[in-house]
């Protein structure tokens, strides 16, 4: 399948919306799963673009930044699997391997970014000595479209101007290189839903996590609703029982106050 000139142009300029999403981290629809969908809906093909970001979701799950630590990035992953499988015409799976070069790309050409941005930092602690709000905002909004249309354009060269030697290149694989990018696209999303555990699991989720598994894999069923339906309901038992037991805490405290005062009143 090939991306026309249209649709390379819209997912520009997906990409700088979602690039500073990324960016200010504001309203999240930079995981892959977002970002795999959406590639989906312009590229004519709903389900790949949900098969594609579920899978590089899950394999993305565990890699958060922090500080100035910079993850492989999900941006580039979630439009790259879903455009790999299009052009290729290959599974979500060897898809997935196939797009984390683009996502290491990404992830050094924001680190760049921030190592290059420090240039601004000067004259940002100057306007703050002066007062001045306006050069401040005006070095935030610099910097945050430098960074925007550095995603519009990687993600157009990636998608539309490299696509014919990207499924040249993949047709050309053998067979075996095929099948292990095939496995190692099945364990990425297992690895990257282990790293997530690793932060998450307490002692106190473990039931949940046991029921979970339990109806995941010995409960047949067509979808992954009932599961979904499950952990709200375990949300839900977990958050009024905080509630409640907040409620208890504060009143105890009320009363023990109350209690307090009065036997100095009394002693008075």
Sequence with gaps: MQITLMQGL???IAAIIIGVDYWLEALFIFRPLVVSTVTGIILGNVQLGLATGALTELAFAGLTPAGGTQPPNPVLAGFMSTTIAYTAGVSPEIALGLCLPFSFLMQYVILF???SFSFFMAGADKAAEEGNVTKIRNIN????????????VIVFACTYLAQEPMAQFVTAMPA?????????GGILPAIGFGMLLRVMMKAKYIPFFIAGFLMMNFI????????A??????A????FNAKARRTAIEEAIKNNSGSTGGNKNVGI
């Excluded at 909004?141 to 519009?152: F, R």
């Excluded at 047949?220 to 599961?227: T, Y």
């Excluded at 339906?229 to 375990?234: C, D, H, V, W």
């Design 236 to 239: 839900l038992f977990d958050f």
């Design 113 to 115: 970014f921030y190592s």
């Design 229 to 234: 339906m499950l952990g709200t309901a375990f």
């Design 141 to 152: 909004i610099t910097t945050t479209l430098i960074v925007a249309l550095s995603y519009g």
């Design 220 to 227: 047949p069923m067509n979808n992954l609703l009932p599961v």
């Design 10 to 12: 819209m997912l520009a």
């Design 176 to 184: 075996w290189l095929i099948h292990g990018l095939e496995v190692a």
